[in-house]
Nanobody, 115 residues
């Protein structure tokens, strides 16, 4: 099994930055993809960013150029640096990891961006 511990959400003003962290424990290997999805009220959960086996992360269109995903394999941790936040980035952000046993999700961390 995999456990995910998220941190770093909060309330910021538009234009400010936040960094989310997600530490995974359990049966994790470096080739497992890790990343973030988000879900705003009344909307479907959408991809924010994810690592890939090819090396370069993939990003959802709404956040390209503003968010950066990085991974520390020694700590099984991914970081999401979010710059120039906008009110439309307000959502619950969920960390996720995909293993051969399936996909695991964190409990989510709230990010709220005021205008």
């Amino acid at each position: 099994q995999v456990q995910l511990a998220e941190s770093g959400g909060g309330l910021v003003q538009a234009g400010e930055s936040l960094r989310l962290s997600c530490a995974a424990s359990g049966n994790i290997v470096s080739t497992n993809s890790m990343g973030w999805y988000r879900q705003a009220p009344g909307k479907q959960r959408e991809l924010v960013a994810s690592t890939t086996s090819a090396g370069s992360p993939i990003y959802g269109d709404p956040i390209k150029g503003r968010f950066t995903l990085s991974r520390d394999h020694t700590k099984n941790t991914v970081y999401l640096q979010m710059n120039n936040l906008k009110p439309e980035d307000t959502a619950v952000y969920y960390c996720t990891v995909a293993t051969v046993w399936g996909r695991s999700w964190g409990q989510g961390t709230q990010v709220t961006v005021s205008s």
